[in-house]
């Protein structure tokens, strides 16, 4: 039986794109090996949104040419949004790459790998008809497919984005926005829940800008949200434009949806977030945050920041790190910017030097640091509802799972079982997560 590996780089889109790869494959009669060196076939997930990850996949790249050299009959594949973007320029680049795929063609592997088989080295990079804003991406013999890791599950409700922020390469490497018909994303779910999903998670570049017909993300959520069997509801990423107050009465409404919310402000200034075409202000932004905690005292916010966007100047610096002082972010996703090819902002001047990035870089995550430590330390105590979703992978008498609001959570309690939703009693924090144990 031949072998695959899959390794992946990027956001939980990219992570379920490779599980759906891995549904494929298993269909084509592979197994899986977390060691490359001893497959047959090695597909690696890309992701292109920021500059080190492109320079992480070149370098795999360089080290799996070298494990190709040993064994010419392995065939590699590259995935993804790099894929997307680079196409043939990997090909001519990397001689060892027999295959690249672009985000469009994930079911079109097994036509691919025959095609290689065959000698030839294969680029698919077009995209599926876009005539419409409803696309059903995920094809009607492929709904059943779907897979449950643990007690979680993932379904992709969007793909593509119509945004343009000036900084984004999305659009380019995942299109423009489709959305799924709401019958055939509540078909999935059903599927998923059967198969013993506890909590499902929703995807998409912009989550919130789901439209397909009369149904739009309140619709969809609030559906979802009153299904039979499921626990917890999460969704991931939301764009601040359409998020409103309806959205957070839903949220505070329906326990089932996971007091979470990750809204990235990307920076504090209006002037830098016009630059970027935004579309808000750092006040509206902020005016959002607050109607949410009125709604639902116990939310936790997680957020994404850019440093140093061409012409940031030190005031405009200050002006995020007063947005992350009144916000109050439960954890804080921040990056150095970096310029992507074939983006708006591409051609602005970057007149911040790597060293004034850095530097801002770190006085952000200063300013961060105490206020997450303070959120943890306000834990200690109190009795949470906790999903079990794993065991530790050192402590034989410890399980692991997370809170409503997405914190990790070590629970002292052996007799736990993956699935399990239990109240947790919080004695202890780690630098990043809670311990506790079960009542």
């Not at 494929?24 to 009669?29: A, D, I, N, S, T």
């Not at 005539?131 to 992709?156: H, M, R, W």
């Not at 016009?274 to 709604?295: N, Q, S, V």
């Not at 002006?319 to 983006?343: D, H, M, N």
């Amino acid at each position: 039986m031949e072998k695959a590996h899959i390794h992946t780089f990027g956001c939980q889109m990219n992570e379920h794109d490779s599980q759906r790869m891995a549904i494929v494959l298993k269909r084509e009669g592979y197994a899986f090996t977390d060691n490359p060196k001893e497959a047959d076939l090695i597909l690696i997930n890309t992701c292109s949104v920021r500059e080190n990850p492109e320079n992480k996949v070149y370098s795999l790249l360089g080290r799996l040419s070298r494990i190709k050299r040993r064994n010419p009959d392995l065939i590699i594949g590259v995935a993804g949004c790099v894929a997307q973007q680079e196409g043939e320029n990997i090909l001519k680049r990397v001689k060892e790459v027999d295959l690249v795929f672009g985000t469009d063609n994930i079911f079109n592997l097994p036509s691919a790998l025959i095609e290689v088989k065959n000698g030839n080295r294969v680029l698919l990079t077009d995209w599926m008809p876009r005539e419409k804003n409803i696309q059903n991406f995920i094809p009607d013999e492929e709904l059943k497919s779907g897979t449950v890791e643990g007690c979680k599950a993932y379904i992709a409700i969007t793909k593509g984005c119509n945004n343009h922020c000036t900084f984004c390469i999305v659009p380019k490497t995942r299109g423009t926005l489709v959305s799924r018909q709401k019958e055939n994303i509540l078909q999935e779910a059903h599927d998923l829940i059967s198969k013993g999903a506890k909590e499902i998670q929703i995807l998409g570049q912009n989550v919130n800008s789901y439209q397909a017909g009369k149904s739009d993300f309140f619709d969809l959520l609030k559906s979802l949200a009153d299904l039979e069997g499921l626990q917890r509801l999460r969704f991931t990423s939301p764009h601040p434009n359409d998020w409103n107050n309806q959205l957070s009465d839903l949220m505070a409404d329906h326990p089932i949806i996971c007091n979470h919310i990750h809204l990235p402000f990307q920076a504090g200034s209006d002037r830098i977030l016009e630059l970027m075409r935004r579309g808000h202000t750092a006040a509206e932004y902020l005016d959002k945050i607050d109607y949410l905690k009125k709604r639902i005292f116990d939310i936790s916010i997680t957020t994404d920041v850019i440093v140093g966007f061409p012409g940031e100047s030190e005031e405009e610096f200050e002006e995020t790190l007063e947005v992350i002082k009144k916000a109050s972010f439960t954890q804080i996703y921040a990056f150095v910017y970096s310029s992507r090819p074939g983006t708006k902002a591409e051609a602005l001047e970057d007149t911040v030097t790597k060293e004034v990035k850095d530097e801002r870089l770190q006085r952000l995550l200063a300013v961060q640091e105490p206020i997450q430590s303070e959120l943890l330390d306000s834990m200690i105590g109190k009795t949470v509802e906790v999903l079990i979703d794993s065991a530790h992978p050192r402590e034989r008498r410890v399980m692991n799972g997370r809170t409503g609001g997405n914190l990790p959570v070590s629970v002292e309690d052996f007799t736990l079982n993956i699935g399990d939703l239990c109240n947790v009693t919080i004695t202890d924090r780690k630098k990043h997560s809670l311990v506790g144990v079960s009542q």
